[in-house]
Nanobody, 126 residues
Framework: QVQLVESGGGSVQAGGSLRLSCAAS????????MGWFRQAPGKEREGVAV????????FYSDSVKGRFTVSRDNANNTLYLQMNRLKPEDTAMYYC???????????????????WGQGTQVTVSS
């Protein structure tokens, strides 16, 4: 059974940092796209950061570029999101996602991913 399990969410003040983790089991995402998405109440799910696990190429949304870093530990089949200089507008449920189909380019569009975690809440207070 393929499963993605997120952890590391919580509450932090603006300017603080959090590190999210996503442990994958049941499938080794080698040369695949994995990423982080978020959804705030009343808003659509948006792509935050994605990575190609084969070469480590990353893609970020403009809203987090320079503040967030996505990385991947292939040996442990785990995805990370380091979030620095957090802002209240970063408050959302954060989801880990993966695509088990090979693709040369990783997209920030959620419809390109076919496996999702349950999410972890991130709350940033001003």
């Amino acid at each position: 059974q393929v499963q993605l399990v997120e952890s590391g969410g919580g509450s932090v003040q603006a300017g603080g940092s959090l590190r999210l983790s996503c442990a994958a089991s049941g499938y080794r995402y080698i040369n695949r796209c994995m990423g982080w998405f978020r959804q705030a109440p009343g808003k659509e799910r948006e792509g935050v950061a994605v990575i190609f696990t084969g070469g480590g190429k990353t893609f970020y949304s403009d809203s987090v570029k320079g503040r967030f870093t996505v990385s991947r530990d292939n040996a442990n089949n785990t995805l990370y999101l380091q979030m620095n200089r957090l802002k209240p507008e970063d408050t959302a449920m954060y989801y880990c996602a993966a695509n088990n189909a090979f693709s040369f380019t990783c997209s920030l569009s959620s419809d390109r991913y076919n496996t999702w975690g349950q999410g972890t809440q991130v709350t940033v207070s001003s």
